[in-house]
T-cell receptor, first 113, second 117 residues
Framework: GNSVTQMEGPVTLSEEAFLTINCTYT??????LFWYVQYPGEGLQLLLK?????DKGSNKGFEATYRKETTSFHLEKGSVQVSDSAVYFC????????????FGQGTTLQVKP | DTGVSQDPRHKITKRGQNVTFRCDPI?????LYWYRQTLGQGPEFLTY????????KSRLLSDRFSAERPKGSFSTLEIQRTEQGDSAMYLC???????????????FGSGTRLTVV
């Protein structure tokens, strides 16, 4: 079946530290991959995406590369800020007509000044 | 366009009562999705509409749950005879065509948080 596994949280970092949040997936076919971010009290916002192998998605200093050989889509940022504190969800979209997303369990990031 | 709107933001109800939530998608989006998110978990797919047609329902959607999208605009999600296990955040999202959903993701609302006491 289709599934997404993220690293356990919470991840606690000091401001300007390097961030990696691991995400691996299992899917039939060739899914599109996404990172969504959820700030406290808000809905999910699309952070970045990649639609095929070796694509790199990037936004707001965050990056993730679609690695088909390792079935991974790890999220990275070179220098985190306090404002990056949120819950991050990795997700995949199966290649069907539905377009539904399969989410990981989320990773909470806490950035301390 | 103000994005995807959900109402109410919070709902507290007694076990056994019926509740109804509303979602107003982005006006030009013909696809609408409902997800459920429990504490510490990622959202789980519940159901999906293309225009007014409900095309897929998850096994999570028991007989107590019903969703509608009359006229292909707003959608409602009703839960009958609520149970404590129904306590969760109910998220609505919308998108354009299938390839847009697959390639761009979709726009989520802020959710309705249901607490069953």
């Amino acid at each position: 079946g289709n599934s997404v596994t993220q690293m356990e949280g919470p991840v606690t970092l000091s401001e300007e530290a390097f961030l990696t949040i691991n995400c691996t997936y299992t899917a039939t076919g060739y899914p599109s991959l996404f990172w969504y971010v959820q700030y406290p009290g808000e809905g999910l916002q699309l952070l970045l995406k990649a639609t095929k192998a070796d694509d790199k998605g990037s936004n707001k200093g965050f990056e993730a590369t679609y690695r088909k050989e390792t079935t991974s889509f790890h999220l990275e940022k070179g220098s985190v800020q306090v404002s990056d504190s949120a819950v991050y969800f990795c997700a995949l979209s199966v290649p069907s007509n539905t377009g539904k997303l399969i989410f990981g369990q989320g990773t909470t990031l806490q950035v301390k000044p | 366009d103000t994005g995807v709107s959900q109402d109410p933001r919070h709902k507290i109800t007694k076990r056994g009562q019926n509740v109804t939530f509303r979602c107003d998608p982005i006006s030009e989006h013909n696809r609408l999705y409902w997800y459920r998110q429990t504490l510490g978990q990622g959202p789980e797919f519940l159901t999906y509409f293309q225009n007014e047609a409900q095309l897929e329902k998850s096994r999570l959607l028991s007989d107590r749950f019903s969703a509608e999208r009359p006229k292909g605009s707003f959608s409602t999600l009703e839960i009958q005879r609520t149970e404590q296990g129904d306590s969760a955040m109910y998220l609505c999202a919308s998108s354009g065509r299938a390839d847009e959903a697959r390639d761009r993701g979709y726009t989520f609302g802020s959710g309705t948080r249901l607490t069953v006491v």
